[in-house]
Structures are given as C-alpha cells and as structure tokens.
C-alpha cells in the first residue's frame, strides 16, 4: 500500500478560485472590496518572500493589498500608532502583522493592539477564546488550513481518534479546537508526553507540528491513518546544500499512512489561500454581511 498524496497546491489554487469568486460578488452585490494589510518590520529573508506571496495572491483574488514595511529598529510606539491606523482605516478588513518581530519588540502587545474584528491570523486573545468556547471566531491560517486538507480526505471527522503533536499559540492549540468543533475525538501532545508513539498508534489522523526533522517515524503510525505534516525544517545535504523535510519521516510513512501531506506542497499552500478566507469573512462581517460560501 501507498498513501495517497493529499496535494496541498492543488486545494489551495481551488480555494483560491472560491475566494476570488465570492470578492468578485461581493463586489458587484455590495460594493465591497475586501483589503488586506500586512505590516513586515525589518528584512528577515523568509518573512519577505512570505509578504511578496501574500500581496501577489490578495491581488489575484480581487482584493485590496496594502504593505507597510518598517526598519528593524523601529519603537514600540511608532509599530502600534501604525496598528492603530490600520484599525481606524475602512479601507482595511485584515491585519496581518508578519512574525517573528525583531528583538526588543512586544510581539504580544502589538497582537493585542490589533482590532479582533481585523485580526486574520486568529491570534488576537477575544479570538482565541472564542474559538475555544465554540463560538464564531477568526481562525490561525494553518490549523484552518490543515482541517480543509483533512476533509479533502474524509468528508466527516466525527468520531475519529485525532492526535496533534505540538501545542504552540499559532498552530497547536488552535488546531485542537477546530478539531473538536468538527466532533473528533483529539489527544495533544508534546515534548513531555509518555510514550509518544503508543498514543500516535492510535490516531486515524496525526497533526505534526512539533518542529522536529523527521520526528514522527513510519512505525509509529496506524495503517490507514491520514497524515497532516504541518512542520518545515531545513537540513543538510551530503552536497553541503539544503533540502526541506516535514516533521514526519515522509519515506517511512508512505508505506503505512493512508494519505500524507507532503513537504513542501502540503500544508504551507494553505495558509495565504486561508488568509484570503480570513480577510473575506472579516469583510463580510465588518460590513454587516451573511458568511461568504468559502
């Protein structure tokens, strides 16, 4: 048996398509252009090439992308009169501050300084507690991501043993609650958990989002079991290059999963794709409108 590869560019350019149909009718019904801010401080090389994908995709769907790009050395002050515009601003129905800030920045009080209704990436404190209370919330772009990859799978996650392996603020946690708001039945995770691989043995789906190369082995796995690696780490190569790996060991678990996310091509194809579902659903919700059919 080998697993089915469960193609994240492949759903995420159909999501895309779905986003940019609702922009285009909200559009036309309501006069409404969604708008997405993204503020990147400083020249991180990876937090750049993320920001140029975000405006070129917002762009592509229809929607209003606007960049403020600030120096390292920026205050604290002139970062959150920044938010405070962008809160102010009709224009603008997302914010999206990109991480990690540089040192010396307060990551938590510009997240808390974000307008909850503005907060697309679903890590504003009001959201995050909506979400675990069950309540209608703006989601983290990758657990919301990792959820539609699963369902591409299995069309009901009820009643299935789920195993999330990590449990971070942006993906871990939130992850579980959108898990139990599906009715799975969810076990997390983590550095201090007792025998880890009993415990993935017995999961239909396993969340790996731990951060570790190749951490989860094929043998830890149940037959069948669908695979959702959300990690990227870089390693070596014999050439002195680098390659990209997930935190599943990818060659073992073909052979044992029922359907696996690759590395790259999985999960980080979903997470921009979601962050335009983010920023429409704050649109049509700032604006006083029904949920978009994304």
């Given at each position: 048996?080998?697993?089915?590869?469960?193609?994240?560019?492949?759903?995420?350019?159909?999501l895309?398509?779905?986003?940019?149909?609702?922009?285009?009718?909200?559009?036309?019904?309501h006069?409404?252009?969604?708008?997405?801010?993204?503020?990147?401080?400083?020249?991180?090389?990876?937090?750049?090439?993320?920001?140029?994908?975000?405006?070129?995709?917002?762009?592509?769907?229809?929607?209003?992308?606007?960049?403020?790009?600030?120096?390292?050395?920026?205050?604290q002050?002139?970062?959150?009169?920044?938010?405070?515009?962008?809160?102010?601003?009709?224009?603008?129905?997302?914010?999206?501050?990109?991480?990690?800030?540089?040192?010396?920045?307060?990551?938590e009080?510009?997240?808390?300084?974000?307008?909850?209704?503005?907060?697309?990436?679903?890590?504003?404190?009001?959201?995050?507690?909506?979400?675990a209370?069950?309540?209608?919330?703006?989601?983290?772009?990758?657990?919301?991501g990792?959820?539609?990859?699963?369902?591409?799978?299995?069309?009901?996650?009820?009643?299935?043993?789920?195993?999330v392996?990590?449990?971070?603020?942006?993906?871990?946690?939130?992850?579980v609650?959108?898990?139990?708001?599906?009715?799975?039945?969810?076990?997390?995770?983590?550095?201090?958990?007792?025998d880890?691989?009993?415990?993935?043995?017995?999961a239909?789906?396993?969340?790996a989002?731990?951060g570790?190369?190749?951490?989860?082995?094929?043998d830890?796995?149940?037959?069948?079991?669908?695979?959702?690696?959300?990690?990227?780490?870089?390693?070596?190569?014999?050439?002195?290059?680098?390659?990209?790996?997930?935190?599943?060991?990818?060659?073992?678990?073909?052979?044992?999963a029922?359907?696996?996310?690759?590395v790259?091509?999985?999960?980080?194809?979903?997470?921009?794709a979601?962050?335009?579902?983010?920023?429409?659903?704050?649109?049509?919700?700032?604006?006083?409108?029904?949920?978009?059919?994304?």
């Amino acid at each position: 048996m080998t697993a089915k590869i469960i193609d994240g560019k492949v759903i995420a350019a159909e999501l895309r398509a779905r986003v940019a149909d609702e922009v285009s009718r909200v559009k036309r019904e309501h006069n409404l252009v969604p708008g997405l801010a993204v503020v990147l401080v400083g020249n991180d090389p990876a937090s750049e090439v993320y920001v140029r994908s975000k405006h070129t995709q917002t762009q592509a769907a229809g929607m209003a992308s606007f960049e403020h790009k600030l120096p390292a050395d920026v205050s604290q002050a002139d970062l959150l009169a920044l938010v405070a515009k962008l809160n102010r601003d009709p224009a603008v129905h997302g914010i999206l501050v990109q991480l990690p800030l540089p040192k010396g920045l307060n990551t938590e009080a510009v997240i808390n300084a974000i307008d909850p209704a503005k907060d697309v990436d679903g890590l504003h404190p009001n959201n995050a507690g909506r979400l675990a209370g069950g309540f209608q919330a703006l989601s983290p772009c990758t657990p919301l991501g990792s959820i539609i990859l699963t369902k591409s799978v299995h069309a009901s996650l009820e009643g299935m043993n789920a195993i999330v392996i990590g449990r971070s603020n942006l993906v871990g946690r939130p992850l579980v609650q959108l898990l139990l708001n599906e009715n799975a039945t969810v076990t997390i995770a983590h550095s201090r958990s007792r025998d880890l691989p009993g415990l993935v043995k017995r999961a239909d789906l396993v969340y790996a989002a731990v951060g570790k190369p190749e951490m989860v082995r094929g043998d830890w796995l149940k037959p069948g079991a669908t695979v959702i690696d959300i990690g990227i780490n870089r390693i070596p190569k014999e050439d002195g290059k680098t390659r990209l790996v997930g935190d599943v060991a990818y060659q073992e678990a073909l052979g044992v999963a029922g359907a696996i996310t690759p590395v790259p091509g999985g999960v980080g194809q979903m997470t921009v794709a979601c962050l335009l579902v983010n920023t429409l659903r704050a649109a049509c919700a700032i604006a006083g409108l029904p949920k978009p059919a994304v």
